[in-house]
């Protein structure tokens, strides 16, 4: 069962068993929000834009898509199918960082490759401008 599902018992069963809730895997509607998330992290005014720059967002899209696809076989690789709710607990936590690290290692890579693309004539005035300060 997905993680936002719950199930009826049938009338007269054990109300203990009303309920069956299921945290691991995330359903695919779950799965969904978080790489909408992340193009709208990779691509406004976040915290991350300001320090490494915006995406674009004919790239955020297929970048965020890979990140979560990565995050996601990484902790299910790792918690498989959780038999209980805790080791979905754990899943999950796994899949929320894998999908933070991974977001950043993104970022940080193509900040990289920005700075290493940029043409030194670009680079150099803003060093002057910096030593006659």
Not at 85 to 99: F, H, T, W
Request: glycine content about 6%; overall charge negative.
């Amino acid at each position: 069962m997905a993680t936002d599902e719950l199930a009826a018992a049938p009338a007269g069963g054990d109300p203990s068993a009303a309920f069956s809730f299921s945290i691991w895997p995330p359903t695919q509607r779950t799965r969904d929000a978080v790489v909408r998330r992340l193009v709208e992290t990779l691509t406004t005014d976040t915290v991350l834009c300001k320090r490494y720059g915006a995406v674009p967002g004919a790239d955020a899209d297929p970048a965020a898509r890979a990140i979560e696809a990565e995050a996601f076989d990484a902790a299910a690789a790792t918690g498989g199918a959780a038999a209980s709710v805790e080791e979905g607990i754990e899943a999950l936590q796994l899949y929320s960082k894998e999908v933070s690290r991974r977001l950043l290692d993104f970022v940080k890579s193509r900040s990289a490759g920005a700075k290493a693309e940029a043409p030194p004539s670009e680079e150099a005035p803003a060093a002057a401008e910096g030593e006659a300060a």
